[in-house]
Nanobody, 122 residues
């Protein structure tokens, strides 16, 4: 199973980016999917998650109302639309998958994608 995240880049504060996570096999449609981010010197933190059907979503308080997670199972792709970006959103973003929608601790993740760097300039 491979997850590949892309779409990061440099954006000014207040701008938008959309991250994508493409998966090999049927991982996208078979598991809930999530996004994490990691600041320098810090552990990965939860950003957002979406259920297999897309009917349930969870967000970290720090991104609620600004970020939207979605999925297209036919395309084996999960997205993270990031609006109203702030300099403090600067981090490496990772897509992830696990069984079950409860407890999105990084220690429970079954599969990680490689990170994509998002840099928000002030």
């Amino acid at each position: 199973v491979q997850l590949q995240a892309y779409g990061g880049g440099l954006v000014q504060a207040g701008g938008s980016l959309r991250l994508s996570c493409a998966a090999s096999g049927r991982i996208i449609s078979s598991y809930p999917m999530g996004w994490f981010r990691q600041f320098p010197g810090k552990e990965r933190e939860f950003v957002a998650a979406i259920s297999m059907s897309g009917s349930i979503t969870y967000y970290a308080d720090s991104v609620k109302g600004r970020f939207t997670i979605s999925r297209d199972n036919a395309k084996n792709t999960v997205y993270l639309q990031m609006n109203s970006l702030k300099p403090e959103d600067t981090a490496v973003y990772y897509c992830a998958s696990k069984r079950g929608m409860n407890n999105w601790s990084a220690t429970l993740i079954a599969y990680w994608g490689q990170g994509t760097l998002v840099t928000v300039s002030s």
